[in-house]
């Protein structure tokens, strides 16, 4: 199949995004950084390719639906979603050294998708639906720019700390990333873009689960940990907004949302039981 | 959800508690404890396995644990009375917050200061003077039109006592009331809920093809009575070669006083509607309605054959004995655990001796054999009778609950998007006989893009010739 041998390809270009981002910030050079964008820029193409191959495929095969409907194709899809983010991101804080440390994350996450089954199935009742498509598509763009949050905030934290240790250190490793500073106002604006995406996704969600189970909130795992994950976001930013938390506090906040986001991601389906169950071990 | 407007602090000088508990009420730290901890709740309610029936409880926890969980509303813990008590002290931390910030964001709105004078002056941090050698009316006319692209609006212009003109322009105004959308929508989402719960009903029907009903069953158990019937024409199940499910639909009609008046199709995903009640297609199943039973001797040849509808007492063809059949299984788990296929049970009462049950598998005809006696049962033929399983709703307060996320993600995006922008220019002539151009401006939220979009403004003011 096409879609497989692209995303193929499209998992080792991030592998040499991350490897060219790596290098960039151990040898600084501005060629190497232009490689290390392309580079990631060259995987979210063939990702793109990739899965759009995939739903060409589906209808081929008499099934026809959006690839976004099993553990493979979700992670394979929160992969493309980070890339492209981190690239939106990069270009508009200009910013290139945290790609060394967002850069793995497609590639693992590929990695760990060609782990599970990648067999084209067709789709049950409940998941036919025209919701799905802007349910999961806002949803993880939400969880790739908490991803890309997460990685700020510990970035800043690493920051702050070796600014305390040494204040003035130009040449230093940390030296060559932004002020902590910088980092506090990307981390923030990042959520800033992530939150309403997860209010869009939890309430298109809602309106899906009430037309196909007549309910819009059954407390189901999956619903209250996107709440918990909701919470925690709304929380951070009341305390940054209204009460100016900044710096370290509103780094760890940031930290734990993004700890809960992945646990309402995978952790709900490899260990709890629900209605989303299309990560479920069966 | 802007940062201009100053929290105000409580004066809490411990006379007066209505003060104090205002102040408590209007805390940023009542919200921020308060998200984390209906945070921490909500997880517990994911580890335990919420509404379950209590003798699944017992498999997994000591009979004193079960008690002291069940005592607690650990099991339901999302209508518990704490859970409860802590979404109210919400709403109500809401509210007071929101009449909290009533006058603020108001008076925000308002276009007072309308000159750029001297108090306002020493408050803005981006001032800038610049001075042509052009006249003061033609500075003016250029100044105004280079301005007005960023703003929406003719500025306000005020003339000022020595011949100068001051210059007011705004915009995204109402992007203050964005605090009121994200924070009323919350309540009205609560309210949505809560007029659901109590106005609205929950139930369950299983209607048979060809058949009609008029009530339905809620699920707390009361009978629901319908204005109107609700048949369903037939149900079909489809299925995947692999065995997966494809599609379950059924083919509904409303009857009212004997007339049709809606006939709908229902699928997963797609329900039918009608005078606020809502039917979804949620299970399925079928009960055995004429039973064709052969009666086979030990050595392979045929006794005779029962034919009789489900349930019905009759007599086994060549002996005394009688039989009836009692239940219907699709899914019958043999002795062993494994699957046994549909299955049928049968009562035999022989004339003398006790009675015997029997299952007998539709995909194994022979397996009665095994019960031993001088002869045994084969199903011959099942006739099922389809029926269609309908969750049934009827909840008045869910628009509520659409158009508070509606405002809800609107006000977020405006909170987080749209900025009140201000922007002053006062002209003059200087005692040299230039024109004098003073202009600062201030933004709400999102300082940054603001002071970079001021300096742009104010390096194309400066070519200005």
Redesign the interface.
């Known amino acids: 199949m096409t879609n497989s041998l692209l995303f193929g390809i499209a998992t080792f270009v991030y592998f040499f995004a991350m490897v060219l981002y790596v290098s960039y910030l151990a040898f600084r050079s501005e060629m190497l950084g232009k490689a290390a964008s392309l580079s990631m820029l060259g995987g979210v193409v063939v990702e793109t390719a990739a899965i759009g191959m995939r739903w060409y495929e589906s209808y081929a095969m008499g099934i026809g639906r959006a690839p976004l409907t099993n553990m493979y194709e979700s992670l394979a899809f929160f992969a493309w979603t980070i890339a492209l983010i981190y690239l939106v991101l990069e270009r508009k804080f200009r910013i290139k050294t945290m790609g060394a440390f967002v850069a793995p994350f497609p590639f693992l996450i590929m990695a760990y998708a060609s782990l599970n089954p990648n067999d084209i199935q067709p789709l049950v009742p409940a998941l036919k639906s025209n919701w799905l498509i802007s349910h999961v598509v806002t949803c993880f763009v939400g969880y790739a720019a908490f991803a890309v949050s997460f990685v700020v905030s510990i970035l800043y934290l690493f920051k702050t700390g070796s600014e305390q240790l040494s204040p003035k250190s130009p040449g230093s490793f940390w030296g060559f990333f932004p002020t902590s500073a910088a980092l506090d106002e990307i981390g923030y604006k990042t959520i800033a873009i992530g939150f309403p995406l997860l209010t869009i996704g939890i309430v298109t969600g809602a309106f899906w689960a009430n037309v196909a189970w007549g309910t819009y909130w059954s407390w189901d795992p999956k619903e209250t940990w996107s709440l918990i994950v909701w919470l925690i976001y709304a929380a951070y930013l009341h305390a940054r907004i209204t009460r100016g938390w900044r710096g370290k506090r509103a780094a760890v906040l940031s930290i734990v949302g993004f700890a809960a986001t992945i646990f309402c991601y995978l952790g709900v389906n490899l260990i709890l039981s629900g209605l989303h169950s299309y990560g479920s071990p069966s | ?3 201009d407007e100053p ?1 105000k602090t409580a004066k809490t000088d411990g006379t007066d508690w209505v003060e104090k508990i205002w102040g408590f009420l209007t805390s ?1 730290k009542l ?2 404890i308060l ?2 901890i ?2 921490a709740l ?2 517990t ?3 335990i ?2 509404n379950k029936p209590l003798q699944e409880y017992y498999r997994f926890y000591q009979p004193g644990t079960v008690a002291l969980f069940s005592k607690l509303g650990l099991f339901d813990m ?1 209508h518990s009375w704490w859970f409860v008590a802590c979404l109210s002290l919400l709403a109500l931390n809401i509210t007071a917050c929101t009449m909290d910030r009533y006058r603020g964001i108001m008076a925000g709105m308002r276009k007072k200061n309308r000159i750029l004078d001297e108090k306002l002056s020493k408050s803005l941090q981006n001032l800038t003077t610049i001075r042509y050698a052009l006249p003061l009316d033609a500075v003016a006319k250029k100044v105004v039109g280079l301005t007005g692209k960023g703003f929406s609006g003719k500025p306000v212009v005020t003339t000022a006592e020595d011949g100068g003109s001051h210059y007011f322009f705004e915009k995204g105004k109402y992007s203050r009331l964005a605090f009121f959308m994200t924070h009323l929508s919350i309540l009205i989402i609560f309210l949505g ?1 809560m007029v659901g719960s109590f106005f609205g009903y ?1 139930g369950y029907v299983n209607i048979f093809e060809g058949e009609a009903v008029s009530q339905v069953e809620t699920r707390a158990g009361k009978i629901q009575k319908l204005n109107f019937q609700v048949k369903c024409n037939t149900f079909h199940a489809e299925f ?1 070669p ?1 065995g ?5 639909r059924s083919d509904l009609s409303i009857v009212q006083n004997g007339k049709e008046v809606v006939r709908k199709t229902i ?5 039918l509607t009608f005078e606020g009640v ?1 039917f ?3 299970s399925y199943g079928g009960q055995p309605d004429q039973v064709a039973i052969d009666v086979v001797n030990r050595d392979g040849s045929l006794k005779g054959t029962v034919t009789a509808p489900f349930g019905r007492m009759v007599d086994i063809p060549g002996v005394a004995d009688k039989m009836e059949t009692v239940d219907y299984k699709e899914h019958y788990h043999l002795p062993d655990g494994s699957e046994g296929g549909r299955a049928l049970d049968v009562h035999i009462y022989p004339e003398k001796g006790r009675e015997a049950e029997a299952w007998l598998l539709m995909d194994h005809p022979d397996y009665d054999k095994q019960r031993g006696g001088d002869y045994y049962f084969r199903v011959k033929e099942l006739k099922l009778k389809k029926y269609t399983g309908l ?3 009827r909840d008045p307060g ?1 628009i509520l ?2 158009l508070g ?2 405002l ?2 609107a006000g ?2 405006i909170a ?1 998007f749209m900025s009140h922008k201000k922007l002053w220019i006062s002209l003059k002539t200087d005692n040299k006989g230039r024109s004098e151009l003073t202009i600062g401006g201030t933004a709400n939220k999102n300082r ?1 893009a603001f002071a970079r979009e001021m300096e742009q403004m104010i390096q194309s003011l400066k070519e200005v010739s």
């Open positions: 959800m802007s940062a929290v940023l919200v921020v998200l984390l209906l945070s909500s997880i309610g994911t580890v396995e919420q999302y809920a929950k995947y692999g997966a499910p494809m599609d379950y699928r997963v995903n797609d329900p809502t979804y297609q949620s969750q049934v709703n869910e609950v659409w996320s509606i809800l993600i977020i995006m987080f940054d």
